[in-house]
């Protein structure tokens, strides 16, 4: 009983210590929380809007100029495509991109140029664009996992009934 006891307290203390750690550390850097998934097999009803629709647009001229003597369309957004990178996160996409292509001339472009080329991907898969740039910071691309919506090929298998998510 004693022992019990003390360790209720201890752990109580550490827990109200964490906190309070945690607590003062959220004051300036990070106003908003970052995205961390999306789909609606998560339960959620809207898809994030992670990039702007000009960032495509820019990504679309990379992606013409430095990736279609090589690529076809089909190859962002097909079956064995979808099958490899949904479920990643953006950062894994970026990074392969970044680090592979243009085969031959990996890392040749700019960081920019690469986050433009993964928005147009994004965009090229159905998924919407918003009012917030995608970023070309491993920590933010890293939070958010490429998940199609429902409406571009997946099945929507959300039931009003299902109470496990
Ligand atoms: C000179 C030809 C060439 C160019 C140019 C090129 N690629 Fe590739 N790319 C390839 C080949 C070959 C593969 C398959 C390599 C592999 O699977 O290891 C590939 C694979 C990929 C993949 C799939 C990677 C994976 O592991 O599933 C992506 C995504 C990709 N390229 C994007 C791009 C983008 C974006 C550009 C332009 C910035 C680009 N590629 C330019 C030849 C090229």
New binding site residues.
């Given amino acids: 009983m004693h022992r019990t006891t003390f360790f209720q307290s201890a752990f109580l203390a550490a827990v109200v210590g964490a906190s309070v750690i945690a607590g003062s550390s959220m004051t300036a850097q990070h106003p908003a929380a970052p995205i961390t998934v999306w789909g609606l097999a998560q339960g959620q009803d809207t898809v994030p809007k992670v990039y702007t629709d000009s960032q495509a647009t820019a990504g679309q001229a ?2 013409t100029k ?2 279609t ?3 076809e369309t089909s ?2 957004t097909g079956a064995d ?1 979808r099958t ?1 990178w949904v479920g990643q996160s953006l950062f894994s ?1 970026y990074e ?2 970044r680090t ?5 001339n990996p890392g040749t ?1 700019s960081t920019d140029e690469y986050a433009s ?1 993964v928005a147009y991907i994004l965009k090229l898969n159905g998924l919407p664009s918003g009012d917030v740039r995608l970023a070309t910071d491993s920590v933010t691309l890293s939070a958010i996992t490429f998940r199609l919506p429902a409406a571009s090929g997946t099945e929507n298998t959300q039931n009003s009934s299902a109470s496990h998510y």
């Fill in positions: 990379v992606w430095n990736c003597e090589c690529h190859d962002v495509f490899k996409l392969t991109i592979t292509m243009p085969d031959g472009l080329t």
